[in-house]
């Protein structure tokens, strides 16, 4: 980041508390084809979910029924490893080796791209957080006292149900019904809809109260706050603990798991491992169910923390969002605030789940590690972390402080990690790591979440067995496809891990099928429910308790996740507790796609939805890279036609753009975007923007002096300012030593984001051209005179001659000074051919003091004065939106740690800081981030 591009955006001054959300509030648009063809400046919305054939129960294509095998998972740690790589969806798995791939290793990158495409944007996140800890830190901010909290309304109409003690039973039948019209989640394929599924109108209304929200989150200080770090759960001897993945907001999977396996009881326990916030809209109704269910039975529930459960994260992936949607700004923002700072900090990180002759460690992340380390950590020095705090606060974390990191984001690794070397989302453990954890704990197994399993299945499987992912939210963001899964402890098959044993997975229905199962079946034993449930997952049809089949409609059939053929698991994990077994598939047949040629019509729309995912994390990857992308593109189109070969922009886009997604996945991208022979680069870059939500010109302080210093400058001057060698093309370079020469201190990208506006309309800008342009930025706070407009009309209708209203200009000259007299001006007025006849003489006269006095009034009007009162100011206004987009991109790449720094100004989310605050925080940005 240059210094002073966010500080362009601050603008204004006074002590009126300013509102840093509208700052946040921007997202990456990507053009459709229809709009680059017609430099259109509507908006479609690409995010919108794309209709696939097949039948869905939640939003998101239909899976292929092409399986090729499930073997063992793999994280790699550190090196350029390609994690989207081969096109054929029939390709097996292979480990990549540490350091780069190769070309016979190539991953099955259809089946869990998801959550790859999670991991990069987390990395990123991680890495801008560090930004803001950096800027927060170089401020001195010191914490203002918060004002009293707001008084937060009653009322709501399911209130009483939610706070009576014992009605947490009837409470799950209650939200099964009030959610039964629920459209699915989308935010996997609608990315602004992350945290906001939630159909539900007036919600503080017509479900629950922020009161009694409040309320109920407020147990959860008397259920953890004096608990351990990592609890001890016994498995009863005539009892069952059942160990649940992320659910992310997901409430429907929570009440899908209850109907099936049972709802929570002292004989059949609960243990969430984390990830409950973010992602989908329910994930308040989820911690209050759980919280509720606790109060009623204190050992039917237990919650650990999470990655997710923590307030820069949730800031950013719905959590927030969803909780201000519900309850509003004033009093959502305080109950935000009681959630970050109540219920997230309290959690216990970790659990034994001890059976009678052995233990599972059930962890968020995974093995806690740290460079330098020599021995494994023992589960009693865990309790040294000071867990009561944020997890991502610090610029330079001391060591409790990392495992505590890594404890929640670690994820595991093939071969060990590189000591100080770049890592995942936090340090990965190894397979050594797990080994000598388990050995020194006299555990059997690490039981963790946090990452969507491969092969859109509910659960992986790493270490040789040692470690178990399980992952509780099926179909995932509403496209991942996955299942989602349970881990059953129980005395008698303790420690056995087994699919389809121990480990059960299952696939959610629509919220209709949901409420049709719980209103007739949910009183039928468990083990009935749980044969229903199969049923239906595997067939899409609802079967009576008297046994005869009754279809399903098309809708609300499950898309079922494809199962494996085989399933072997390799020799050094024959004697580990994780055995797999085998399911047979069920699927849906689809049709081919004229986008994806190449392949198999069961395998397009696998294809094509995981391609969206890609696009939508690369956007931003995209944008950040514009102007550096537009200097490679430019050096490698020789004839300057602004276009190159689709193999040249296949070769840019993966070296410059992201590395880890390979050549023949770009091949995809460019069938989404329509590229083929050879590619318009100019086109395709601009087709990348970043949108605000509250669109407001404004006037660019560097340039808009320029153009003021120019009001009595000769034509000729700016001229060969701009134009060196005089060849009537002004190309990047001599744009951008112009506009340094004649002292504008406009950064690189803005420069290069100006003249790539400039050649949309002209691929070899001309001189003149640009010089119209220079003229006009800054120039929409002026209005326009009619006449003034009609003769910049007049103007641009001329033969091509005249090229431009600056060529008209300088034709004008006829003394050749750089400067019109005002009788020049008159007579060339007075010959155009449409003026006579549309405009008076007295109208003339007036237009010509008009022109003259919008610079220095001396009876001379310079090239810039002409044009500000005759230009184009359609051209104008494509300007203007060059440089805001720019001036968004900045603040849109830097939002995570923006949003760090205003949390800390405004610690109850009212959504607003005082003016003076929000300019130290844009500052402190530009000083750090740059």
Same mark, same amino acid.
């Given at each position: ?138 401020? @001195? ?51 602004? &809809? ?19 929200? !409040? ?28 160990? =649940? ?20 009881? +002292? ?78 900090? =309290? ?30 950590? !023992? ?65 059997? +197994? ?68 949901? +409420? ?109 890279? &514009? ?89 000729? +001057? ?45 691929? &070899? ?92 009034? @001396?009876?001379?009007?310079?090239? =810039? ?66």
């Amino acid at each position: 980041m240059q210094s002073g591009i966010l500080g362009q955006a601050v603008g204004g001054s006074g002590s009126n508390p300013t509102s840093p959300q509208s700052a946040l509030q921007q997202n990456v648009h990507c053009k459709t084809t229809a709009e680059i063809g017609a430099n259109s400046t509507s908006a479609q919305n690409v995010n919108s979910p794309a209709i696939m054939p097949g039948g869905l129960s939640k939003a998101g294509p239909t899976p292929s029924p092409i399986f090729s095998g499930y073997p063992q998972a793999s994280a790699q740690a550190g090196g350029n490893t390609n994690k989207f790589s081969s096109l054929n969806p029939q390709a097996t798995s292979a480990v990549v080796p540490c350091g780069g791939p190769s070309q016979a290793t190539k991953s099955t990158w259809a089946y869990n791209v998801a959550g790859l495409c999670e991991e990069r944007q987390e990395r990123n996140l991680l890495s801008n957080l560090s930004q803001g800890a950096m800027a927060l830190n170089s401020m @001195n901010y010191k914490k203002k006292k918060p004002e009293q909290p707001p008084l937060l309304p009653s009322g709501g109409r399911y209130d009483e149900l939610l706070l009576r003690p014992g009605g947490s039973r009837d409470l799950i039948l209650k939200l099964v019904s009030i959610f039964s019209g629920e459209p699915p989640v989308q935010c996997g394929i609608c990315a602004d &809809k992350v945290g906001l599924s939630c159909a539900v109108k007036d919600y503080a209304h017509s479900v629950f109260s922020p009161s009694a929200v !409040m309320e109920i989150v407020r147990l959860a200080q008397g259920f953890y706050k004096d608990a351990p770090n990592i609890m001890t759960l016994p498995v009863r001897a005539k009892g069952r603990m059942l160990l =649940v993945g992320d659910t992310h907001g997901q409430l429907e999977d929570v009440l899908w798991m209850f109907f099936k396996y049972g709802a929570p009881s +002292a004989e059949n326990q609960y243990v969430f491992i984390g990830d409950i916030a973010d992602r989908g809209g329910h994930a308040v109704e989820e911690f209050l169910l759980l919280l509720a269910l606790k109060r009623d039975a204190p050992e039917s529930v237990h919650i650990l923390r999470g990655n997710h459960e923590e307030s820069n994260v949730c800031q950013k992936y719905g959590f927030s969002a969803e909780v201000l949607t519900k309850f509003g700004q004033q009093a959502g923002g305080y109950l935000l605030h009681v959630f970050i700072n109540q219920l997230f900090p =309290v959690l216990p990180l970790g659990a034994i789940v001890r059976g009678s002759t052995s233990s599972f460690f059930a962890i968020h992340g995974g093995v806690p590690t740290y460079d330098g380390q020599l021995q494994p950590l !023992m589960i009693a020095q865990l309790e040294q972390i000071n867990r009561k705090q944020p997890i991502l606060d610090k610029e330079q974390p001391d060591l409790w402080n990392t495992i505590l990191f890594n404890a929640m984001w670690s994820d595991p690794c093939d071969v060990p990690p590189i000591a100080g070397g770049v890592h995942q989302r936090g340090r990965s453990f190894s397979p050594q790591d797990t080994a000598s954890f388990l050995a020194a704990n006299r555990c059997s +197994a690490v039981i963790r979440a946090h990452q969507l399993p491969r092969a859109r299945r509910g659960f992986d499987v790493h270490h040789g067995g040692a470690v178990l992912t399980v992952f509780s939210a099926s179909n995932y963001m509403g496209s991942a496809l996955n299942r989602g899964s349970v881990v059953v402890c129980a005395q008698e098959s303790f420690p056995l891990l087994q699919a389809g044993k121990t480990i059960l997975e299952f696939y959610a229905p629509s919220w209709s099928v949901l +409420a049709h199962m719980y209103e007739q079946f949910g009183s039928l034993p468990r083990s009935q429910r749980a044969e229903l449930a199969e049923h239906f997952e595997s067939t899409g049809t609802i079967q009576s308790s008297s046994s005869a089949q009754s279809a399903a409609s098309p809708q609300d059939k499950p898309t079922a996740a494809p199962a494996p053929s085989s399933m072997h698991p390799t020799a050094s994990s024959a004697s580990s507790p994780v055995v797999p077994e085998p399911k047979p598939p069920h699927t849906f047949g689809t049709q081919p796609s004229p986008d994806f040629v190449g392949t198999s019509s069961g395998a397009h729309s696998e294809v094509l939805a995981s391609v969206r995912q890609i696009e939508h994390s690369i956007r931003e990857d995209i944008v950040k890279a &514009k102007d550096h992308l537009f200097r490679i593109f430019l050096s490698k189109d020789a004839t300057q036609t602004y276009r190159v070969p689709l193999t040249v922009w296949i070769e840019i886009m993966h070296a410059h753009v992201a590395p880890d997604i390979e050549a023949e996945v770009w091949q995809h991208l460019a069938n989404l975007w329509h590229l083929s022979g050879t590619v318009s680069y100019l086109k395709f870059l601009q087709r990348f923007e970043i949108r605000a939500l509250r669109k407001k010109t404004q006037t660019w302080g560097a340039l808009v002096a320029l153009s003021t210093s120019l009001n009595d400058t000769s034509s000729y +001057a700016t001229l060969k300012a701009l134009d060196p060698n005089q060849d009537n093309v002004v190309t990047l370079d001599e744009f951008i030593k112009a506009l340094h020469g004649i002292g504008a201190t406009v950064p690189p990208q803005q420069a290069a984001a100006l003249y790539m506006t400039l050649c949309q309309s002209q691929p &070899k800008p001309h001189v003149m051209h640009i010089v119209e342009c220079l003229a006009l930025v800054g120039v929409m706070d002026k209005p326009q005179s009619e006449n003034a407009r009609r003769v910049g009309i007049e103007i641009r209708t001329l033969p091509t001659y005249y090229r431009t209203s600056a060529y008209f200009f300088y034709v004008t000259d006829a003394d050749r000074n750089g400067f019109l007299s005002n009788s020049e001006l008159r007579t060339a007025l007075r010959s155009l051919p449409g003026v006579g006849s549309s405009i008076t003489e007295p109208d003339i006269d007036a237009l010509v003091e008009e022109i003259d006095g919008m610079g220095v009034k @001396n009876d001379r009007i310079s090239l =810039v004065e002409f044009l500000q009162a005759v230009g184009d100011r359609g051209l104008a206004t494509k300007l203007q939106a060059s440089l805001l987009e720019e001036v968004l991109k900045t603040i849109y790449l830097q939002r995570d740690a923006l949003r760090r720094i205003f949390a800390e100004m405004d610690p109850w989310f009212s959504g607003l800081v005082e003016h003076q605050d929000f300019k130290s925080a844009v500052q402190c940005a530009n000083a750090t981030c740059g």
